[in-house]
């Protein structure tokens, strides 16, 4: 027999693409080809980009560039792809631009990466960045046991993606295309199988997951409550998240999930962008500032140990001082447990980019500067909060001491247990005693199953055999 064609996949930017790159796997494992985390012993080098901000859209020629080097330098060859969304804005110009690349593919069409391989060995130009009509995922074999256990008890399952909302900072629904949700049946299968190869955590992604409307077998439109009471169900799921969230879409149902569903995680990451209703309607939110308070206190009088995060954008064009003002109030007012936040970043063809007013680069750095300090401190108040609690942390990998594993709490925080009664892809209740600049550390108090993970859970070790 061969040898395997070694594969190195790498990621940027959000849990959709390490999602699509796990599938990306799956399907070329079929292939012949096995995974390396070495880019100069792969065969093929897939990377899996993003063009949300410049910065990130930019990072994949540097790395572009180090592979160049590194195939001059062992005159070992290697065919390269570039997948996701710089592929899809940026198309066949990425190859004239760096010669390197054999090979480009949106994010809607990688379940054709096969073909589109064949013709890059054979030399023809291999560029795929259509919408298809036939939905990839019905052409995408799932990974095998094996590969799930590799990727740990904490799994990302796509319900949704595309988005219609058109904030007019954002190249998402250029990239990703129109909203589509998947189809019920189909993700209950996909979670079923998880859980049955092990996996304990579920985080359904969408890049506006609360807007979901998939069909159900019965011909319904269930909403993204009904998909998550369901799959609260299913034996061996112990906890649920989903990400992304737009504010206009937090319905009363799903916060009524949150009230009723123990394994749905008391945090939600929301992002509201800016805190100036001026700036959120001309970044087309469709929202103001008191829709966002008003969520805040719903979620939390169902749920008194609801923890938020969110994304911001500091330097919209034409944010005043006394705009940022609104966004620094709002954070105070909010306190949240983790935040993303970023400078604006001009995209080419979406509506700010041609603002006039941009806001000059020192002035959004300044604003960079005290918006991090005070998310950082709001963030550091709620893990100082958490000393003393008790968790459910689920582990999730070995820590640097021996014995040691880190596993995350409800809020995801890494908690690091030294010699915990338990092993990786198992529940344990833990008391939090410190909490470190990265990570919390805890004891353990029980080993008491939790009720919500049924018994009918196949239990780990016997998908080892
Ligand atoms: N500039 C800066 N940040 C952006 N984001 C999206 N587009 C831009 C842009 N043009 C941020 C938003 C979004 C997160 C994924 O990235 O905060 O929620
Ligand atoms: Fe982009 Fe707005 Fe859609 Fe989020 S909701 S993906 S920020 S357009």
């Known amino acids: ?258 009230r009723d569903l123990p394994a749905l995680m008391p945090y939600l990451h929301l992002p509201v962008q800016s805190g100036s209703d001026r700036v959120l309607k001309a970044m087309n939110r469709k929202h103001g500032r008191e829709l966002f308070f008003d969520i805040v206190a719903r979620m939390r009088a169902v749920r008194p140990d609801m923890a938020l995060s969110s994304d911001f954008i500091v330097g919209f064009p034409g944010e005043t001082d006394a705009e940022f003002e609104d966004t620094m109030d709002l954070i105070r007012r909010v306190g949240f447990a983790g935040a993303f936040s970023f400078k604006y970043s001009p995209r080419p063809g979406t509506p700010a980019s041609d603002l006039g007013a941009q806001v000059p680069e020192a002035v959004k750095t300044e604003r960079l500067h005290r918006l991090q300090a005070a998310l950082e401190a709001s963030k550091r108040a709620f893990d100082l909060s958490c000393v003393g609690r008790t968790f459910e942390v689920l582990f999730e990998k070995p820590g640097r001491q021996p014995g040691q594993l880190i596993g995350r709490s409800p809020y995801l925080q890494s908690v690091v247990v030294n010699t915990p009664p338990a092993g990786i892809g198992e529940f344990l209740t833990v008391t939090i005693t410190e909490a470190g600049p990265n990570s919390l550390a805890g004891t353990p108090l029980s080993h008491t199953p939790l009720s919500h993970v049924t018994a009918r859970a196949r239990p780990l070790a016997a998908l080892e055999a």
């Open 1 to 258: 027999m061969d040898a395997p064609r070694k594969l190195y996949v790498k990621s940027f930017g959000c849990q959709m693409n390490v999602y699509d790159s796990h599938r990306m796997a799956d399907m070329l494992a079929r292939e012949g080809y096995v995974e390396t985390a070495e880019p100069a012993e792969a065969d093929l080098v897939i990377l899996n980009t993003c063009h949300i901000r410049e910065k990130a859209a930019e990072k994949v020629y540097s790395e572009l560039g180090r592979l160049r080097k590194s195939q001059e330098e062992t005159g070992h060859s290697t065919l390269v792809a570039v997948a996701g969304c710089v592929a899809q804005a940026e198309g066949a110009e990425i190859i004239k631009r760096a010669p390197v690349v054999d090979l480009v593919v949106g994010p809607q069409s990688y379940h054709r990466l096969p073909e589109l391989l064949a013709k890059a060995r054979a030399g023809e130009p291999a560029v795929d960045t259509d919408f298809p009509v036939e939905d990839k995922f019905d052409h995408l074999p799932a990974p095998s046991a094996a590969a799930t256990r590799k990727r740990g008890p904490a799994a990302f399952l796509t319900v949704q993606e595309g988005c219609d909302k058109f904030c007019t900072f954002c190249v998402v629904p250029y990239t990703r295309g129109a909203e589509v949700s998947r189809p019920v049946a189909k993700i209950l299968a996909e979670a079923e199988r998880l859980a049955e190869q092990g996996v304990r955590e579920l985080t359904l992604i969408g890049q506006n997951v609360n807007a979901f409307h998939g069909t159900g077998a019965d011909g319904r439109t269930w909403s993204l409550a009904d998909l998550l009471y369901r799959l609260a169900e299913i034996p061996g799921i112990g906890r649920l998240r989903y990400t992304t969230s737009h504010p206009r879409d937090m319905g009363e149902d799903l916060i009524a999930a949150h």
